[in-house]
């Protein structure tokens, strides 16, 4: 189980593909985000929505562990907003 408090967090290469940068991604885990488990060819990831510097922003990450997640991509989503505002914790 991932600790959400206290996350390391190792980035892929194609993570910042979107425009989004490292210290935004690190920005949406210290405000309320709204997860939910994918599978990928039976590989646990986690779609993961939070808000950084006023623009909502998608992750995908697979976890590496309890505090450990590595991110596979970052784009902006506003898209999600109405789950956002409805769902996040």
């Keep these: 189980m991932v ?11 194609h993570a910042f593909k979107h425009g989004i940068k490292d210290y935004e991604i690190e920005q949406i885990f210290k405000g309320k985000i709204y997860k939910r488990k994918i599978y990928v060819n039976r ?16 992750v995908i ?3 590496l562990g309890s505090s450990r ?7 902006p989503s506003s898209e999600y907003k109405e789950i956002y505002d409805n769902k996040a914790k």
Aim: proline share 3%; hydrophobic share 50%; glycine share 6%.
């Design 43 to 58: 590989e646990l990831r986690y779609q993961i929505i939070g808000e950084a510097f006023g623009r909502l922003i998608m």
């Design 3 to 13: 600790n959400w408090k206290n996350l390391d967090l190792e980035f892929d290469e």
């Design 69 to 75: 997640l590595r991110v596979f991509s970052a784009r």
């Design 61 to 63: 990450a697979v976890p």
